[in-house]
């Protein structure tokens, strides 16, 4: 019997020609409803649409329920498990050795704004080309909900304690200590993170994205300033996030005045549009006193909040050579033997 | 180690005024951060560019500037180059410690003092030459902001006339010195020459001290181990080095980066290295870590402070199976310790570093061409065994200047170890991180950006599996942990093996590292002073290889010379000896700050084999004139 063949829409596809199923990681070991699985699940995306090749990805990590999150995401690329607050120093080191990778970094409010504070500031003063998000909850889950240095000023435990310590805004000090791309964003604002996440991506730099991402099981009750309630009600964006990648050809309409637009270094466009007055994005002096500012109205402030699209990586400040320097050839790392007549006779 | 009240040998011979031909040690005593360090190098230099062997070992403060500092020069005709425990010649010019160093040498010494002093009345054993360095400096240097500076080169131009040093060699040295600063060699060397002319108008030789040119020293270098380290490493193929400074490790890295700066620029003017200050030592670590990890081969230098913070990142890549070369330039230690003095207080600690069951790779350079042999050495090893390696070199070795022949060009493929490439995955398919494929308990590992999707594999410090996958099961663990020790037996086999002098003595020493001087010596003084010969074992390595057994076999006694309290190597040794090898270890520790002496050494084998510290002249004795 003959069938007429119907044209059945294949799995749709990126640029290079991969499924999101690509992307894919093993399945998640964090609890139902975590913060965290929605931001593999952004990841996923992002990089899917991007078209970024999951071999260039190497995903890195150091200790904490955020730091397990690599394992579920994007199987396809190595990944690094490091110790705790010490991914940084993992991320610089593998960047050094192959400046091809695209470097991921996971991390948690613990392992960033407490035992890898130092770390982490050093990173953002390199201005290593990586992605560095923080997947901030407040509390230690693995130790069974703990305070972390992020957690707000009078927050307060399900055991009843209050926090009296005022938090540390990694945002604030990304910006100071030289970060070029800064933003915040929500685990439950799929829209927004996805754009952020993308144009993070297309960065080149350290991008820096503190995402807040509730522990439903230590603190998501009332009292605390983490929960998905608390958040939603106070979540004051900066602005509307637009990212348009350099290899899309779409244009987005905005009245005259009422957006900002960044040109990023690959020639991807970031638009933001305005819902506050004059918020420019590559002004750092703005972005930190808007932040400060918002501590004190007591905002969630998220968004993208600072960008300079074409300041110096590390890297490019080391003057290396194109090739990853891992697997340079034994000829091109090795002088030659008068080189060494030479010197020793400078010894003599 | 045990204090034994000893008048030294030569006494006699220095009062009876016999000459005393290239064999003897001068002190220079001065304040730190006043140029001293600058003509106590000329000095050193010019000896040796008079053909006799020469060894220099800088005594100095963890201080700026201001502080006393000893600079103690040994000429040995016979070739030893360790420190000497007595002073011959004492160039007294720091006021605060000048008493104390006159009244600590042994009767018959010289001494060379500033005038003003007046340290000649303290002794009537000793012969002074007193010189006014202040009225001679006023004639030599108009500038009066440089003249403590230019000081110092005055008692060079002293000891060249007093020691009859050629003062060709000594304007040889200074203008190396100086290189290309002419205004500042040509005030220097006006400087050294107006002490020679003070000296050979004013002062009246007496002590028997003089040098004479001898052939020992041609084509020979003088270079510090931190220095032979840095270039062994630039040569061996280092991409990334990430450090942070501690002393005395600094110098490594600061030599590293002149080396690269100069040698390992592409045509292109693009730099084929990374070298990168850190924080701290855990980043240090951590980003050499990671670099190992995405295939550089990838260093860091430290001491001991810099390994403690170390410890966690080092365990890491250790279960993780991250190759990585880890320099510890050992200092006194526990704690800050102090930082300019020399011990192999690290062994132990080093050995095991890190929480859990971890045992690491220790090489034992006791010499600056090992420094430059074994950074080649620790790159093979740490990539063959995807391990952390570490190179146990000390403050004497890094930053004391040593006399060398120069370094053979090592052409040896580099050892790169199991790495898959694209190629191999496609023909393969799939691969397991951890599977021990080839029974040498080693797997095959990728690089990150390896282009086949089957190439990644999740690297962790947690439990793993052969595939790396998170894994909490028992046997995982288990299997994990055994393969780690097969990998370490395997690694027994690769490691460089000892160096054995002498056979069929009942006696014998064993040492590591810079002790190699010393023992030298001392198998020398105990042959010609106590007619025992003893048979020499010296170890480059942690695991032992075999040899090391059938050395403690072969002999009645061993001792253990270590340069820490606790016998570090000893405790090393009973752990993998049996109890009849036990039985047979001794332990001779020297830990005092200062590189251990061969009369230290000898003394001690000489109690413990029951004799008493009585010397005499063994007339069928002689120097055996090899190390």
């Not at chain 1, 993992?90 to 960047?95: E, L, P, V």
């Not at chain 1, 399900?158 to 990694?170: Q, W």
Request: charged residues 25%.
């Amino acid at each position: 019997m003959a069938t007429t063949p119907t044209s059945t829409p294949g799995p749709k596809t990126n640029r290079i020609g991969l499924q999101v199923l690509d992307y894919k990681g093993g399945k998640t070991t964090l609890c139902a409803g975590c913060g965290h699985n929605a931001i593999s699940e952004r990841i996923i995306d992002a990089c899917f649409e991007m078209g970024i090749k999951p071999e260039r990805v190497v995903k890195l990590s150091g200790i904490g329920c955020s730091s397990k999150s690599p394992a579920y995401f994007m199987n396809r690329s190595h990944s690094f498990n490091a110790v705790h607050g010490r991914m940084p120093a993992i991320a610089t080191g593998a960047m050094l050795a192959n400046r091809t990778l695209l470097a991921l970094g996971v991390s948690g409010d613990g392992d960033t704004a407490s035992i890898g504070l130092g770390q982490f500031m050093h990173l953002m003063r390199r201005n290593l080309p990586c992605v560095y998000i923080i997947e901030d909850n407040g509390v230690y889950g693995l130790t069974k909900g703990q305070f972390s240095a992020t957690a707000d000023l009078g927050s307060k435990l399900k055991t009843g304690v209050i926090n009296d310590l005022p938090p540390i805004d990694t945002c604030g000090l990304a910006i100071e200590m030289g970060a070029t791309f800064v933003g915040r964003s929500f685990s439950g604002d799929k829209r927004q993170l996805h754009a952020m996440l993308k144009a993070a991506l297309a960065h080149n730099g350290t991008s820096m994205l503190d995402v807040i991402s509730p522990c439903v099981t230590f603190n998501d009750h009332e009292g605390s300033t983490k929960s998905y309630k608390y958040v939603k009600e106070h979540d004051e964006p900066l602005h509307e996030v637009t990212f348009v990648p350099h290899f899309e050809d779409i244009s987005v309409d905005y009245e005259p005045g009422s957006a900002t637009e960044v040109t990023m270094h690959d020639g991807s466009r970031l638009m933001l549009r305005k819902l506050e007055e004059d918020y420019d994005p590559t002004d750092r002096l703005r972005a930190m006193h808007r932040l400060a500012e918002s501590h004190d109205k007591g905002e969630v402030l998220t968004g993208v909040f600072f960008v300079a699209p074409n300041k110096p990586t590390f890297l490019e400040l080391l003057n290396l050579v194109e090739d990853p320097l891992g697997t340079l050839p034994q000829a091109q790392v090795r002088p030659s033997r008068s080189v060494l007549e030479t010197v020793m006779e400078e010894l003599r | 180690m045990a204090t034994i009240e000893v008048a030294p040998r030569e006494s006699e011979q220095r009062q009876g005024k016999r000459p005393i031909i290239n064999d003897f040690s001068i002190q220079v005593a001065t304040v730190n951060g006043s140029g001293s360090q600058s003509a106590n190098t000329v000095l050193l230099r010019s000896i040796f560019q008079m053909g006799i062997p020469v060894s220099g070992k800088n005594l100095f403060p963890s201080n700026i500037a201001g502080l006393p500092t000893w600079y103690t020069i040994r000429a040995s005709k016979d070739g030893y180059i360790a420190r000497k425990k007595e002073i011959d010649f004492l160039v007294a010019m720091n006021a605060e410690t000048a008493q104390d160093d006159v009244m600590s040498l042994a009767a018959g010494a010289a001494v060379l003092y500033d005038e003003p002093l007046k340290l000649n009345g303290l002794r009537n054993d000793l012969t002074f030459y007193a010189v006014p360095y202040d009225k001679i400096v006023g004639t030599v240097c108009p500038d009066a902001k440089l003249r403590k500076l230019v000081k110092n080169m005055i008692y060079v131009g002293v000891v060249a006339f007093l020691l009859n040093i050629d003062m060709g060699e000594v304007e040889k040295a200074l203008r190396k010195q100086f290189k290309r600063k002419q205004k500042a060699a040509d005030l220097n060397w006006g400087a050294a020459k107006a002490g020679f002319d003070y000296a050979a108008a004013s002062l009246t030789k007496v002590d028997p001290l003089r040098l004479e040119r001898m052939d020992k020293t041609a084509g020979k270098i003088i270079i510090d181990g931190n220095n032979a380290a840095a270039m062994g490493a630039m040569f061996a193929g280092v991409t990334v080095f990430t450090w942070y400074p501690i002393t005395p490790s600094s110098s490594l890295g600061e030599s590293l980066i002149e080396y690269c700066k100069r040698f390992r620029i592409g045509p292109d003017g693009k730099a084929t290295f990374a070298i990168v200050q850190a924080e701290d030592e855990l980043a240090a670590i951590g980003m050499a870590i990671g670099a190992g990890w995405a295939g550089a081969r990838s260093m860091t230098a430290t001491a001991g402070p810099g390994i403690s913070l170390m410890a966690e990142f080092v365990g890491l890549a250790y279960y993780a199976e991250i190759p990585v070369v880890i320099w510890d330039i050992e200092r006194v230690g526990p704690s800050t310790g102090l930082p300019t003095r020399t011990s192999q207080g690290d062994v132990l600690f080093c050995a095991t570093l890190s929480h859990g069951d971890t045992k690491h790779i220790l090489l034992f350079p006791s010499s600056v061409e090992e420094c430059f042999e074994m950074a080649f050495d620790a790159f093979d090893l740490s990539e063959q065994f995807q391990t952390p390696v570490f190179v146990l070199s000390d403050l004497d070795l890094g930053m004391n200047n040593w006399m060398a022949e120069p370094f053979d060009y090592i052409d040896r493929p580099l050892k790169r170890g199991k790495v898959l490439t694209k190629e191999d995955l496609d023909r393969m398919g799939s691969f397991a991180r951890y599977k021990d494929v080839d029974g040498d308990g080693v797997g095959y590992r990728t690089l990150p950006g390896t282009d086949h999707p089957a190439a990644a594999y999740f690297t962790r410090g947690s439990g793993h599996n052969e595939k790396s996958q998170y894994s909490e099961r028992p046997d995982d663990y288990q299997n994990n942990l055994d393969r780690l020790a097969k990998k370490w037996e395997v690694a027994r086999g690769h490691v460089p093996r000892p160096v054995v002098k002498g056979e069929g003595s009942k006696v014998g020493l064993l040492s590591y590292g810079t002790s190699r001087w010393a023992i030298f010596e001392s198998r020398d003084q105990l042959k010609k002073e106590y007619g025992l010969d003893v048979d020499y074992l010296r170890l480059k390595a942690w695991p032992f290889t075999s040899d090391v057994f059938d050395f403690i076999d072969q002999h009645e006694r061993v001792y253990v010379v270590d340069q820490n309290r606790d016998g570090q190597l000893l405790q090393l040794l009973r752990l993998e000896c049996s109890p009849a090898q036990i039985a047979k270890l001794r332990s001779v520790r020297h830990y005092n700050g200062l590189p251990i002496d061969a009369r230290s050494v000898t003394d001690e084998v000489i109690i413990q084999e029951g004799h008493k510290v009585t010397r005499q002249e063994h007339a069928t004795a002689g120097y055996s004139g090899e190390e």
